[in-house]
């Protein structure tokens, strides 16, 4: 456990933590920072990768059902246990938000990377895709659920949201360049120069998402309900990897698949349902309070989840 600490979790905290600091030095726009990381250098990143991926065999398709299936069980679990507990609204909203969306980007994709390498990596993209694709879908269906007001406009904010997201373009136009035998690594001229100048945008999304980490986890914790903090936190960081590793297995995952699903499935509290949170009024505070505090629990709960997985 220690050297999951000291050489999986601990330069994914150097980085965040530089996020932190800059944001209490000066003013930093988030907004902007955030839109880089979208619009800019995540496409970028989940192209390249895709195009000189092995996507043979059936471990994509697993990690993309696994990824789909913890969302929906996460999401019926977290439902069911705040119904039980008299949450209504708002404030089931906000549970079933931060227990069944995780930060599978910001914070998931670079420890993937140092905990399994490029391979680890390869697959958690995968997770990533399904959970960047989903938290601006079936994220704002359940944040509006919360508020009445906003029923009647879901499916034309859902459609909005998906066209405007450059991730599924990045992902298609990868997904073509490999169906129709394009491999843009043995073409020369133009078309390798502007696929290296692609790749090299690519390598940047890793540290800047945590320094968007950072900066967002910077803003503080408001004050919430201590035990519905620490349920939410529990849902997210322990339940969630235990239900992964069970559907991991009906799928028939082993290995590094399987580890770095469960890995992903063990992640705090996206950032983005606090984005949610805010619009709909699903109890903002809440979210922000677990996003924050499961970020930090995270580094004791992912460093004893990576001892225990297989490496």
Not at 176 to 187: E, K, M, V, Y
Not at 265 to 292: C, D, K, N, W
Request: aromatic share 6%; charged share 10%.
């Amino acid at each position: 456990m220690v050297r999951v600490l000291l050489e999986v979790l601990l330069p994914v905290a150097l980085v965040a933590v530089t996020g932190m600091a800059l944001r209490r030095r000066m003013a930093l726009d988030q907004a902007t920072l955030n839109r880089v990381v979208i619009y800019g250098l995540s496409p970028a990143l989940i192209f390249s990768s895709l195009v000189t991926t092995d996507l043979s065999g059936a471990g994509a398709l697993r990690m993309l059902a696994l990824a789909l299936g913890v969302l929906l069980a996460m999401g019926l679990i977290s439902w069911a246990t705040g119904r039980l507990l008299g949450l209504r609204g708002g404030s089931l909203s906000a549970l079933v938000l931060v227990s069944a969306f995780m930060n599978s980007g910001n914070y998931g994709l670079p420890a993937a990377r140092f905990a399994f390498g490029q391979e680890g990596l390869s697959l958690a993209l995968f997770y990533f895709i399904v959970q960047a694709i989903m938290g601006q879908t079936a994220g704002v269906a359940v944040g509006a659920a919360g508020n009445a007001r906003s029923g009647a406009s879901v499916p034309l904010e859902v459609t909005r949201r998906v066209l405007r997201m450059p991730q599924v373009y990045a992902t298609a136009a990868a997904l073509l360049a490999r169906a129709t035998g394009f491999d843009p690594t043995a073409s020369g001229g133009a078309v390798l120069g502007l696929f290296r100048g692609v790749t090299l945008l690519g390598e940047a999304p890793l540290p800047m998402m945590l320094i968007v980490l950072g900066t967002q986890l910077g803003g503080g914790i408001a004050r919430e309900d201590p035990w519905l903090v620490g349920l939410a936190c529990g849902l997210r960081l322990v339940v969630s990897p235990l239900v992964a590793y069970g559907l991991g297995l009906m799928l028939g995952m082993h290995g590094m698949g399987l580890a770095v699903g469960v890995m992903l499935s063990g992640m705090p509290a996206a950032v983005h349902t606090t984005i949610t949170a805010i619009e709909f009024e699903a109890r903002p505070s809440l979210v922000v309070a677990v996003v924050v505090a499961s970020s930090a629990l995270s580094l004791v709960s992912l460093a004893v989840l990576l001892a225990l997985l297989p490496g």
